[in-house]
């Protein structure tokens, strides 16, 4: 595969158009706006592209031939051993039933949804609570030094525009602060841009969620977009993200389309713990206990590796299997895990919360902490 010059961009659009219709990420890239790598089989006439955005990775070409996919494996094994742990990837159809025989391990389908506005639902400005406001990010706002600004925020800029004087230039953000605290509580930041059309994302601290916060500042970012050129706004998430769909209905979005990702992972142990969580925000504690299992027993577990005996302990709580459940709690401690507010606020575990083996469980995580 070789890495295309941005002179040649325009040559793969014809092959990118299907998926370009609704991934804005991949027209931020093709025009230069928003970082990424675009690969073809062959420059002068390319028939497979594969294009790695902030966003997203995505595969699409002629029909995949054997060549093509032998290429394409190849090129990812590259990748991934250079240091990429994971790729999102969305495709067209028929490359899509040839993953399996591209990747080591079957990447996991993930289904989403996609959301459009075009007019905002309401005015965000009469909806402000006492004690809060809404602020556009501008420099000013980023280099106040009284303001506790969500590393996050500084994150999202630097992965999806490189550095904050291209995102002031071609990008723009929201966040709603909490005056007495001087925090950012909520905030939504445009993901990528591109022939008048963008996509934005939202994220609210966890302590202020469920109280409208997210539905305020999103309604601000895109009451921004669409008064300053922009024809619409999109907005994409997981099938199992009902929170995201409520706020996107709220602010205005109307649903598009569902379509289908895939998520490929370099480590096996993060392939497992991701198929566990999948299965278990569909209800399937059963097999989500036996793939966090599965993961727990792989030797290239990362750095938060102790969460994932925590998520079996969980799945086997889901079930009411709740001496399992406290025998994977003591493997998590065991193996360093210390979150004692994510235990306490973990549904899953409550009726264990009242025997005595819980107190015992949160002062070993104490006596853990306090060596």
Not at 190 to 219: K, N, Q, W
Not at 224 to 235: D, E, F, I, K, P
Not at 352 to 360: I, L, Y
Request: aromatic letters at 10%; proline letters at 5%.
């Amino acid at each position: 595969m070789h890495t295309l010059e941005l002179s040649r961009y325009p040559s793969i659009n014809s092959l990118l158009k299907d998926l370009m219709d609704f991934n804005i990420s991949i027209k931020g890239v093709l025009s230069g706006i928003n970082p990424g790598t675009v690969y073809v089989d062959q420059p002068d006439m390319p028939q497979l592209v594969m294009l790695i955005s902030p966003e997203g990775t995505y595969i699409a070409g002629t029909s995949p031939s054997d060549q093509q996919i032998a290429l394409l494996k190849k090129h990812i094994i590259h990748l991934m051993d250079g240091g990429i742990e994971a790729l999102w990837l969305t495709c067209h159809p028929a490359w899509q039933a040839v993953l399996d025989d591209i990747f080591t391990r079957p990447p996991l389908p993930i289904m989403r949804q996609h959301y459009i506005c075009t007019t905002p639902a309401f005015n965000w400005r009469s909806h402000i609570p006492e004690g809060f406001a809404i602020h556009r990010i501008d420099e000013a706002l980023l280099a106040r030094k009284d303001l506790l600004i969500p590393e996050h925020v500084h994150d999202w800029i630097e992965n999806n525009w490189t550095t904050q004087e291209n995102f002031l230039t071609h990008g723009f953000g929201f966040v709603t602060e909490a005056l007495d605290l001087h925090q950012i509580v909520s905030w939504s930041l445009c993901d990528c841009i591109g022939e008048r059309t963008c996509e934005i994302g939202i994220h609210t601290h966890p302590e202020y969620r469920r109280r409208g916060f997210a539905a305020l500042t999103s309604a601000a970012a895109v009451e921004h977009a669409l008064t300053q050129g922009m024809n619409l706004v999109g907005w994409h998430c997981n099938t199992d993200n009902i929170g995201s769909q409520a706020t996107a209905l709220k602010v205005g979005f109307t649903h598009e389309r569902d379509y289908v990702s895939f998520a490929a992972f370099q480590r096996e142990a993060v392939h497992w713990a991701e198929a566990g969580r999948i299965r278990q925000v569909a209800g399937d504690y059963s097999g989500a206990a036996e793939c966090y299992v599965r993961a727990d027993s792989c030797d290239d577990k990362p750095a938060w590796g102790h969460y994932i005996p925590y998520y079996a302990a969980c799945a086997f709580a889901s079930q009411g299997d709740y001496a399992s459940a406290w025998t994977w709690l003591h493997r998590a401690v065991a193996q360093g895990f210390d979150d004692v507010a994510t235990l306490h606020d973990s549904d899953e575990l409550i009726p264990m919360h009242t025997t005595p083996q819980w107190n015992s469980l949160i002062e070993s995580i104490h006596d853990n902490t306090s060596r």
